[in-house]
Nanobody
Framework: QVQLVESGGGLVQAGGSLRLSCVAS????????????TGWFREAPGKEREFVAT????????YYADAAKGRFTISRDNAKNTVYLQMNSLKPEDTAVYYC?????????????????WGQGTQVTVSS
């Protein structure tokens, strides 16, 4: 069982930046970085949870939703079992609860059901 803990959310003005962190622990694998791809999703009030970005295991190749391209950067620190989401030029429509998720594969895509483990979420609020 992999545990994921997100942090870094908060209240920021439009145009500002936040960096979210997702720390992984547990699991039967002794090498999270090599065995698990990690994604970020978000869920706004009244809307379905949507894909934001994902990063592959091992070499850490990123893939972004259109809404995140050019503004968000996903990265991983394998030594710390941590995946980051740097969010710049934030907009009010980015307001949501952000979740990280792990899938036991080198590459995992943009569908929720491809992921095996989820964190509890962190709130991001962008004021206009």
């Amino acid at each position: 069982q992999v545990q994921l803990v997100e942090s870094g959310g908060g209240l920021v003005q439009a145009g500002g930046s936040l960096r979210l962190s997702c720390v992984a622990s547990g699991g039967t694998s002794t090498n999270y970085a090599e065995d698990y791809a990690t994604g970020w999703f978000r869920e706004a009030p009244g809307k379905e949870r949507e894909f934001v970005a994902t990063i592959s295991a091992s070499v850490g190749s990123p893939y972004y939703a259109d809404a995140a391209k050019g503004r968000f950067t996903i990265s991983r620190d394998n030594a710390k079992n941590t995946v980051y989401l740097q969010m710049n030029s934030l907009k009010p429509e980015d307001t949501a609860v952000y979740y990280c998720a792990a899938g036991r594969a080198v590459i995992v895509g943009n569908h929720r059901n491809e992921y095996d483990y989820w964190g509890q979420g962190t709130q991001v609020t962008v004021s206009s």
